[in-house]
């Protein structure tokens, strides 16, 4: 199949997905999101317990092999079986084994995505027992024969009325059921007529305390217990990486995964069971006969899955992954997720940012291929993660190897010679995204006539058909004089001799050679509030070919830049940016990327906002800025948000007496080259359409801190859109 009709087919099925289901995802998932904020917020100790959290999954990943000598004594002790698995087929031999051997015809399973992952189900069912589902979402979805779209929450992308008609068709109930309350008083009598009857109960864990061998169970349906304790039988299911050392380790993930996965204080249900339990088995139909001890009655049996877990935990890369404890976070967070929902944005069985690092390490890199690229890198989803995972960093990682397995394109001439990079063979839309620096410096050394053959129709259609342009996105316009052509040209200035800092303003390649103007703006508002300010050379951040998953090319700009920035870092020279997603290079990729000089270039970098903020508290004189001259609708990028310095830009307009509405919409579809792409453009566009209703006045000039937010204001509601600085900005050459 070709690139092109690849691209096609994938975008139908982002469309075909946000139409059937993009409501119900948005729905359920922007909520669950807000109400995380409101938890985290009401919570004094959460960013400690995420510190501590993390800590404590580092060192159990560490000490796994010892955790789980520890454990299987534990497990033995109790009177239970701990089974090792080396992967699905090994653990789903020993589950119909086991389940063989008790003659079981029914099982009852609570929600688990590790069973999903090995998909007992269908073992289990082969071997001639009736498997149910008694999570609600995992019952709607055994009823409708569909796959999980959210880690938490099975059936996210069914609307309630979608499971009215569902359960009416299927049950067809004397009255027909309606409302939450009652499908889920169906679902609860339906299924649990099955529990009392079923021979085995399989649970997953949330956590398995190694020292007592204790499974804990978080849950907010009394299904898993029940599912537990009811049967003679109990088989729990768990990927090694749930293994912690004991119960002081327990509380933080307690406290932290309610909050994170659905924003409630404590879930509903937190079952901390040492089975087998000694409770005997009730039976239904004598329920008046005196119950037995029970000690005899009981089995355990503990699976523990590696399917590839241990291989991940050798794996620099992609370890951190391990730490994750399934809160889905990641997902509800993420603009693209909540629009388009799991079933386009996760793999065989999880869903989300994590999705990839959970989906390489089971099943190859292969496995994240056709959803990696859904991840736009803005990190939102780290703040989210209550063990502040880098799920971006995986994705990266990821895309980075799937890269290298790229074969070449029939059209890689198109791009040779005009797109160096370190990696070699890298899919050819990759390859014009990850580096448009050197399309930038050829566009605007031709420019206007570059712009005017990037416009031209049948231009437009070949940079659709061979590299994947979106031919309804405009194309930035090239400036044929650059911002550093700009600075030279005033040269030669004096040093400002009364100058109280000294900055080197970082030209990134949009502003210089597309938006100049803000450029030239940042230096004149440094330089009214006394700052000597000074231009490094316009090398790329690393940032386009990071966002293309092209590490060895991003290192290579990193590394360029830092030598660049070193002697002005020497003279103690603060750095400011412009783009926040170069400021966001400086201050987290830089860690991974140039290690060595991270500490400096991250703790010396400044948004430009901020740092007229930090300006004005020092007491520069506000009078040097521009005053207001029309009323603002200001919209700031994500990745600024990420590093909490929106709040900056809004205290200097403030400050300066601007009349300002400021967004509060999260992401504008664009990401960089994201929604640039063919195979994108419409989730892209679905996304920004949250901006409409925050950018209906026309009297408000729109304002936006990064370019992709100036592209996708601008294409939606074709006005004209300035960075902030170029509003406080004296006028002046
Ligand atoms: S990666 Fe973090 S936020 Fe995402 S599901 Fe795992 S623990 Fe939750």
Redesign the pocket.
Known sequence: MSSQRARRRKAERIRGLMETEGDAINENVSRMNRERYAAAERFEAYEDLRDEAREIKENAIADLPALLDTLRESVEANGGHLYLAEDAADANRYITTVAESENADSLVKSKSMTTEEIEVNEALEQGGVDVWETDLGEFVLQVADESPSH??GPSLHKSREEIAELFNAVFDPEEPLETADELTEFARDYLGERIRHADIGMTGANFVLADSGTITLVTNEGNARKSAVTPNTHIAVAGVEKVIPGAAELQPFVDLISK??TGQDISQYVSMLTPPVETPTIDFDRPDEPLGSGDDERDFHLVLIDNGRLDMREDDQLRE?L?????????N?CANFQHVGGHAFGGETYT???AT?WEAGIGGEEAAADFNDLCTGCSR?VN??????D?PWINTVVRDRLNADATPSEFEFLVEGLTPDAEGTVDVQKRFFGNFETLAKLGSATAPLSNWVTSFGLARKAMDRFLGVAPERDLPTFQRGTLVDWFDSRRPRAPNATANRSVVLYPDVYTNYVLVERGKAAVRTLEALGVHVELCPPVESGRAPLSQGMIATATDHAEALAAELDPYLDADFDVVAIEPSDLAMFRREYEKLVPDDYDRISTNSYDVLEYVYGLLADGASEDALAAPTTPVAYHSHCQQRTLGLETYTEAVFDELGFDVETSEIECCGMAGSFGYKSEYYDLSMDVGSELEGAFDDPDRQLVASGTSCTEQLGAMFEAGVVHPVELIAPDGS
């Open positions: 880690i938490v994170s996965a992954t730490y994750c404890i399934r809160c889905g976070a990641c997902a967070s989300g940012g994590i690092g989803c989210a993660c209550p063990v502040k995972i799920i």
